[in-house]
């Protein structure tokens, strides 16, 4: 079925610790997108990639890093984790072309103590 | 600064009637405008958009109406169902920017 894919679907981390989140798409978009989702503060874009080879600074992108080797994969890596980076991960992707809409994964759902 | 606000947290509407969530914006290069519905433990679904050329936009139950002078869109929902119960958010984009910017979203919640 085509779509994005998320892993992990959730994950407790202990402060100070690395973590790759990974998303990955099957629909041959151009551009991907990474977005936290906190209560009452709904989603902001951490960092973006218009195509292959290309990323741009989102919103809130301290802390996070990404990159875009191939079309498909687009991790988004926390070098150290803090407390304030639990929250509710979620990649997308959208054509980068016309009406544009982007399609969401499933989130992951991290935890740093 | 918000660029995007959805001022109602909540919203409780009867299964039939109509549901309106509402949308502000403060930024007007915003050309493009879209609703995501989003379940628990789900990645947000793409609803509905509209352009800026446009003031009104249908899908069967949904339509989005965008005001440009008020800076100000709406999602109707007609007749609401018990499935509509959802966080919804709204987005808005500038030209080919295709980044979007969201508001902190509605949670609707159709009663039987």
């Known amino acids: 079925i085509a779509g994005i894919t998320q892993a992990p679907t959730s994950q407790i981390l202990a402060a100070g610790r690395r973590m790759t989140l990974r998303c990955t798409q099957d629909?041959?978009?151009?551009?991907m997108y990474w977005y936290r989702q906190d209560l009452g503060l709904g989603l902001r874009l951490i960092h973006y990639?218009?195509?292959?080879?290309?990323?741009g600074k989102g919103e809130v992108p301290d802390g996070y890093s990404v990159s875009r080797a191939n079309t498909d994969d687009f991790p988004l890596t926390l070098a150290s984790a803090v407390p304030s980076q639990t929250s509710v991960y979620f990649c997308?992707?959208?054509?980068?072309?016309?009406?544009?809409?982007?399609?969401f994964g499933p989130g992951t759902r991290l935890t740093v103590l | 600064d918000q660029q995007v606000k959805q001022n109602s947290p909540s919203l409780s509407v009867q299964e039939g009637r109509i549901s309106i969530l509402n949308c502000d914006y403060t930024?007007?290069?915003?050309?493009?405008f879209l609703w995501y519905k989003k379940y628990p433990a789900e990645g947000p679904t793409f609803l509905i958009s509209i352009s800026s050329i446009k003031d009104k936009n249908e899908d069967g139950r949904f339509t989005v109406f965008l005001n440009k002078s008020a800076k100000h869109l709406s999602l109707h929902i007609v007749p609401s169902q018990p499935g509509d119960s959802a966080v919804y958010f709204c987005?808005?984009?500038?030209?080919?920017?295709?980044?979007?910017?969201f508001g902190k979203g509605t949670l609707l919640t159709v009663n039987p």
């Open positions: 990639s218009n195509t292959a080879g290309t990323t």
């Open positions: 987005a808005a984009r500038v030209g080919s920017n295709y980044k979007l910017t």
């Open positions: 997308a992707s959208s054509p980068g072309t016309g009406a544009d809409t982007q399609y």
């Open positions: 930024n007007s290069m915003f050309d493009y």
């Open positions: 629909m041959r978009h151009n551009a």
